[in-house]
Nanobody
Framework: QVQLKESGGGLVQAGGSLRLSCAAS????????MGWYRQVPGKERELVAT???????NYADFVKGRFTISRDNAKNTVYLQMNGLKPEDTAVYCC??????????????WGQGTQVSVSS
C-alpha cells in the first residue's frame, strides 16, 4: 500500500507564497497521476491540479496562472507552488496518487492534508 505525506502548509498574508510537497512511500510498482485537492469545512473537496506520470497537467480555473504543479518521479514526490495566494485559498490541501500494486491492481491513495491559511 502507498502512504502519502504532505508538508509545506502554513499561514501567509494575501499575495504571499507557499510550496507544498507530497512524498509517496510503500509498496507499489508505479505511481501514476498525482494531484492536489482542497477542502473547506462545509464544502465538498475540489480539484486544484493534477499531473500525469508523463507530465500532462490540468488546473482548476481559479488557480490557473497562480499555482504550478510539478513532480519528481525519481523521488515519487509531487509539488504545488502557490503564488499570489488569496484568502479564499484557505483550505486543507490533500495529496492524491494513483498507483499500481505489485499484484497489478490500480488504486488511489490520499494524504492526511496540510493546512493553508491566507489572511487578508
Amino acid at each position: 500500500q502507498v502512504q502519502l505525506k504532505e508538508s509545506g502548509g502554513g499561514l501567509v498574508q494575501a499575495g504571499g507564497s507557499l510550496r507544498l510537497s507530497c512524498a509517496a512511500s510503500g509498496s507499489f510498482v508505479s505511481i501514476n497521476t498525482m494531484g492536489w485537492y482542497r477542502q473547506v469545512p462545509g464544502k465538498e473537496r475540489e480539484l486544484v491540479a493534477t499531473i500525469s506520470r508523463g507530465g500532462t497537467i490540468n488546473y482548476a480555473d481559479f488557480v490557473k496562472g497562480r499555482f504550478t504543479i510539478s513532480r519528481d518521479n525519481a523521488k515519487n514526490t509531487v509539488y504545488l507552488q502557490m503564488n499570489g495566494l488569496k484568502p479564499e485559498d484557505t483550505a486543507v490541501y490533500c495529496c492524491k496518487a494513483g498507483f499500481q500494486t505489485i499484484y497489478a491492481s490500480l488504486r488511489d491513495a490520499w494524504g492526511q492534508g496540510t493546512q493553508v491559511s491566507v489572511s487578508s
